[in-house]
């Protein structure tokens, strides 16, 4: 089994469902999550929590196993609740999909970002729209085969098959400082948005428009 390591420190940590659980702010996120991903030694596997993965949790002792072995930071109004009853809180807002964005930009230092998914033509376009974003990373693409591609982080954004399964069967430290279950991100980006206002272009905020823009994606991100 490949366990991340190194997470945060204890006193930010609480139990939510029985599972360990970050309750960082935005910053302290972003900075925990960028200085793993530039340490020489260590593999921290990131996941985001909702309702829903906890109560899958419960009943499937393997895929708890898996959550255990990740760095977990609270997604959905679901787990914001959870975390008031013990006298904490969840910034507002935190999903896979603004996470991830926002910590492309966080990461001053550029980095090499692998993008692994399972449809080619989405991962492409994906990697394009990153590309645009970030432009100072070097964003690359990961094959499902899994090659010897060491990367900095990598992102996973599967739709047919289970992301924080996929990452724990196939992911190791030989290939990824850290790995990030992103959820609908990649259909998100390879989305073609009609009557996008060109500001969002110019801003490179097309990600932040397609998110509104199909507001199910919000949806997602409250269980």
Not at 12 to 40: E, F, I, R
Not at 113 to 119: A, E, K, P, R
Request: glycine share 6%; charged share 20%; aromatic share 8%.
């Amino acid at each position: 089994m490949k366990r991340a390591e190194s997470f945060a420190s204890s006193e930010s940590q609480h139990q939510v469902y029985g599972l360990p659980v970050c309750d960082l702010d935005w910053t302290g996120a972003l900075d925990l999550v960028n200085d793993k991903a530039c340490v020489l030694e260590g593999y921290t596997f990131l996941s985001f929590l909702t309702r829903e993965k906890a109560k899958r949790s419960q009943i499937e002792p393997n895929y708890r196993e898996i959550l255990e072995s990740c760095l977990l930071l609270p997604q959905g109004k679901a787990m914001n609740a959870a975390l008031r009853k013990q006298g904490q809180s969840m910034p507002a807002g935190m999903d896979e999909m603004s996470f991830v964005m926002a910590l492309l930009t966080y990461m001053a230092i550029p980095k090499r970002i692998g993008v692994v998914g399972d449809n080619a033509a989405q991962v492409s376009e994906t990697l394009a729209r990153l590309r645009n974003h970030a432009p100072w990373h070097d964003f690359v693409m990961i094959h499902k085969a899994m090659p010897d591609t060491k990367v900095d982080v990598l992102l996973a954004g599967m739709l047919n098959e289970d992301q924080d399964e996929w990452l724990h069967a196939h992911v190791s430290r030989d290939t990824a400082r850290v790995v990030i279950a992103v959820g609908p991100l990649f259909k998100i980006l390879s989305s073609e948005m009609s009557g996008m206002p060109e500001i969002f272009r110019k801003l490179h905020m097309t990600w932040l428009y397609s998110l509104c823009a199909e507001p199910w994606h919000i949806a997602m991100g409250k269980h």
